[in-house]
């Protein structure tokens, strides 16, 4: 089974708040993990990706992908009203082929 | 930043017509992708494109549908019969294969009306 599950929120926080955004996966397949930000009625935007395991650091963003617990994560610091979009996590299983979507989270930081 | 871009932003086209969706993708990727998405829905995988050939399709991808790389730098979707299901926003994306930098891309979309 290929699925890939989000909590699609909302998520509400005020500006500077540490934002923590989860998918869980069932597939132990799965390699390639990414995080994307997409506006309304926009094309998602990749903001991390990460092979295989391990932490992955970029500016405020922070991914992490748990493998044996099949869980992935997005942390964002210091949290700002630009921030507010819908994250959507994508995992794919082998280069070149289709990623499965979360349903998204949508997240709104109120300054 | 490299872009993959997408024509057009939007159409309208009566049920039953045929619609040809238009996209650039990044000049030094190798994988081409096209997604959909429904409004309030998930983001959906249709079909992949490697070396000329389709690599991978999705059971969305029916008979209805098809995609071509005309030249070397287009990559187009093609409806050949819409009906009102199909409306929804179409992504292109495209990627190199593998590695540190995936690059995984995503066109703006195109938003199709089927009336």
């Known amino acids: 089974q290929k699925e890939v599950e989000q909590d699609p929120g909302p998520l509400s926080v005020p500006e500077g708040a540490i934002v923590s955004l989860n998918c869980t996966y069932s597939n132990s397949a799965f390699q390639y993990f990414m995080w994307y930000r997409q506006y309304s009625r926009k094309g998602p935007e990749l903001l991390m990706y990460t092979y295989s395991s391990g932490n992955k650091e970029d500016g405020r963003f922070t991914a992490q992908v748990d493998k044996s617990s099949k869980y992935i994560s997005l942390f964002i610091r210091d949290s700002q009203p630009s921030d507010s979009a819908t994250y959507l996590c994508?995992?794919?299983?082998?280069?070149?082929?289709?990623?499965?979507f979360g349903k998204g989270t949508t997240l709104s930081v109120s300054s | 930043e490299p872009e993959v871009t997408q024509t057009p932003s939007h159409q309208v086209t009566q049920m039953g017509q045929e619609v040809i969706l238009r996209c650039v993708p990044i000049?030094?990727?190798?994988?081409f992708y096209w997604y959909r998405q429904i409004l309030g829905q998930k983001v959906e995988f249709l079909v992949s494109f490697y070396n000329n050939e389709i690599s991978e399709k999705s059971e969305i991808f029916d008979d209805q549908f098809s995609v071509e790389r005309p030249d070397g730098s287009n990559f187009t979707l093609k409806i050949r019969s819409t009906k009102l299901e199909d409306s929804a926003m179409y992504f292109c994306?495209?990627?190199?294969?593998?590695?540190?930098?995936?690059?995984?891309?995503f066109g703006s979309g195109t938003r199709l009306t089927v009336v």
């Open positions: 994508a995992i794919g299983e082998q280069a070149g082929t289709a990623l499965i």
């Open positions: 000049s030094n990727h190798l994988y």
């Open positions: 994306a495209s990627s190199v294969s593998m590695g540190q930098d995936y690059g995984y891309t």
